[in-house]
């Protein structure tokens, strides 16, 4: 069926739930109120998974442990765990040309551009990513919002080919390279992406309840466009807490959860015509780890350098501190409602009431 202009395909799974340990922490219920009462943004769910239980879980603005938040970027994060599982099954590899699986791009600037650059964002083939500030000049618009191109959001990426850099050699942040990144996934998976995800990733996890959007061409957007409850959001992040594993099953290639939380090649060297970023990205993951070589400190100045999260528009987090063995989701609607969400100051909350004491 249609949903707007983008084909959304539902379905239902039928699995044995994942028992989820609920330990409550008294302590925390006074300590995070002001980040679900309004006061940090409009928050429609916060959860705090940290040793070995889920013990702060809250709702509002009518969301509760069954129904689903919509992600937005957060899907980038889930379409590299799906190129993980790609990866581990020998069906595609990092290295792997994007025209090894898109022939659209052949005898372009994409015939340098790897699957592992695209992951990264490091194609270095120019995108205008601006949304509220530039619609009419950004091409992640046009993917998502105009005809035709949102009929095949990667086959509309691949038609950019002005090189901005070499590949692997700067970060442009950019929905369009996920997009193609899905394209081509899709194509070396002979279609059964979906299918990846729902017997690979989320049966083994028990989720039980999310939507995938495709575009027009029957392809998962990759990009944005991804439905999950807040718990099973939690589930994806305690996959990468636990390196991969589940249930004493390796899910992921053992390196992934290293290969996602490491900056990629772009954060090696500062340019002066170019600083990469505010902060470090890895292979479809946001970091909190300084890079001094491209002068980039913590972004989070309150939370562990090892953490590294799923981001999405109005405050998406999935947070995954290994070193506190810690995964934070929250999701809400910052932008619409007014209020600022901080997790630094969330962070600073829970370390004093769980007397954590500073972050290294």
């Avoid at 964002?121 to 949102?150: C, K, Q």
């Avoid at 394209?183 to 279609?191: E, I, N, S, Y």
């Amino acid at each position: 069926m249609k949903l707007g202009i983008i084909v959304v395909a539902l379905w239902s799974l039928t699995v044995q739930a994942f028992e989820l340990k609920r330990l409550p922490e008294p302590k925390l219920n006074e300590a995070l109120a002001p980040f679900v009462d309004g006061t940090y943004g409009e928050t429609e769910a916060l959860l705090v998974y940290t040793d070995g239980a889920l013990r702060y879980e809250q709702y509002r603005l009518g969301f509760d442990e069954n129904k689903k938040h919509l992600g937005w970027s957060v899907a980038k994060s889930i379409t590299t765990t799906i190129l993980g599982i790609a990866v581990k099954d020998g069906t595609v590899k990092l290295e792997d040309p994007v025209t090894k699986w898109v022939k659209e791009g052949e005898n372009t600037a994409w015939d340098q551009v790897t699957l592992g650059h695209l992951a990264t964002m490091t194609s270095g083939i120019y995108s205008m990513e601006g949304y509220e500030s530039s619609p009419l000049n950004s091409t992640v618009v046009a993917m998502l919002y105009r005809f035709p191109f949102f009929k095949d959001m990667g086959g509309y990426r691949i038609t950019q080919r002005r090189a901005m850099a070499p590949p692997g050699d700067r970060f442009y942040y950019s929905s369009g390279d996920t997009a193609l990144l899905s394209k081509a996934l899709t194509q070396a998976m002979g279609g059964s992406m979906r299918a990846v995800f729902k017997d690979r990733i989320a049966t083994p996890l028990g989720i039980t309840r999310f939507t995938f959007e495709e575009d027009g061409s029957g392809t998962l957007v990759g990009s944005s466009y991804f439905y999950t409850t807040a718990v099973d959001y939690l589930k994806l992040g305690l996959l990468y807490l636990n390196d991969g594993k589940w249930d004493g099953q390796q899910l992921l290639p053992d390196d992934w959860s290293k290969r996602a939380s490491t900056p990629s090649s772009a954060f090696r060297t500062l340019r002066l015509d170019n600083v990469p970023s505010e902060l470090a990205y890895g292979l479809g993951f946001w970091l909190n780890q300084p890079v001094p070589t491209a002068q980039i400190g913590k972004y989070y100045s309150s939370v562990p350098a090892d953490a590294y999260w799923m981001k999405g528009h109005q405050h998406q987090h999935v947070l995954i501190i290994p070193s506190k063995k810690t995964v934070i989701v929250r999701l809400g609607r910052d932008g619409l409602l007014g209020g600022k969400f901080s997790m630094d100051d969330l962070y600073k909350s829970l370390s004093r009431a769980m007397n954590w004491g500073a972050a290294p």
